[in-house]
């Protein structure tokens, strides 16, 4: 399997309802590797380049509106095939199809306050990651626990 970087983003609404610890939780017992992590309020720069992908559609404004509105836990986790499996973790982006047992699914009552971002590709994450953390902030290290993934 292939090792993976993602940008993992807990949301403005899911810090304010006290779930960092319940989100960072669900990644590690997973057996993913937390290499970097800080509380920032995102300035509106950061906020569209975050989502340059949107910009156009309708939502765009609203969405770096949420976004920027208090501060946000910017996450880099590292695994076998992180990209596509803390998607499955996190749960479909309409809350109405986020299956229970996901973070979406537990947790979000509504589309545009669905608490939790993970990048969609390797080109997306590393975009994102360049987006809030320099190289050096990238701690590099081996958990005992993945010989018994
Ligand atoms: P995210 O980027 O925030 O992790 O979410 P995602 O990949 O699951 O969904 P994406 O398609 O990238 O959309 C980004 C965010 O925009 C809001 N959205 N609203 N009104 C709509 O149709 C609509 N579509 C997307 C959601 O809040 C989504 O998280
Ligand atoms: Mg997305």
Redesign the pocket.
């Known amino acids: 399997m292939a090792q993976q970087q993602t940008f993992l983003m807990v949301k403005p609404d899911a810090v304010q309802r006290g779930l960092i610890g319940e989100i960072v939780q669900r990644f590690e017992r997973k057996g993913f590797r937390l290499v970097a992590g800080k509380l920032v309020r995102m300035t509106e720069q950061q906020a569209e380049f975050h ?1 340059a992908e ?1 910009k156009g559609k309708e ?1 765009f404004g609203d ?1 770096v509106s949420f976004i920027t509105s208090g501060p946000v836990f910017a996450m880099v986790w590292e695994g076998d095939e992180i990209i596509a499996l803390s998607r499955t973790l996190i749960g479909k ?1 309409n809350v109405k199809e986020a299956a229970p047992g996901t973070i979406r699914g537990d947790f979000a009552l509504h ?2 306050r ?1 608490l ?3 990048s ?1 590709s390797p080109e997306s994450a590393a975009r994102e990651i360049s987006n809030f953390f320099g190289t050096e902030e990238l701690v590099r290290y081996e958990r005992q626990i993945e010989q018994w993934l």
Request: glycine residues 8%; proline residues 0%; negative net charge.
């Open positions: 989502y949107h939502f969405l982006t589309t545009n669905n939790i971002h993970g969609d």
